[in-house]
């Protein structure tokens, strides 16, 4: 694979962190467009790849695990479309639901908008394992168009055997 310089947008977003808490079972799409403004943002800068924090579409509810959703979800349907009509990479972090449980899984999309890769957090911390999140199996090293990516979230960074198997 040829090496490329690529733009990369850190896409904060935390609109919601002090305020009214919502307890609903409903994913808040209106948050979710609103947070992909920042996308917007980032492709007129010229970024090819905008990445979003952990669980920062989830920041005003009360249980943010209780809004996991299967990879065709809403949430994630819409990240696909603003990928997809960017034509950028968008990478987010989102509570999935899959067969064996829920992950806190960080979903890389393409610029075609389909999902070009899946990291579910390898460490989670005891709060996320009280709420039965099932632990990553490791390291995701992606090959895409803009080059090797590979992910890990918040806490997995206290893991050095983590870091090292990206190495």
Known sequence: MKKQQIRVSVCAYNKGRVGHIRNDSEPDLKRVKEALQMAHLAKSEGA???????????????????????????????????ARE????IAVNHPTLLEDGKHNTTVLFNRQGQVEGCYHKAYPTRGELAEQIVPGKGAVVLETEIGRLGFATCFDLNFPELRESYR
């Open 86 to 89: 960017l034509e950028m990479f």
């Open 48 to 82: 090819d790849l905008a990445v979003f924090p952990e669980i920062c579409f989830l920041l005003s509810c009360e249980s943010v695990w209780a809004h996991a959703e299967p990879l065709d979800g809403p949430t994630f349907q819409l990240v696909s479309k603003a």
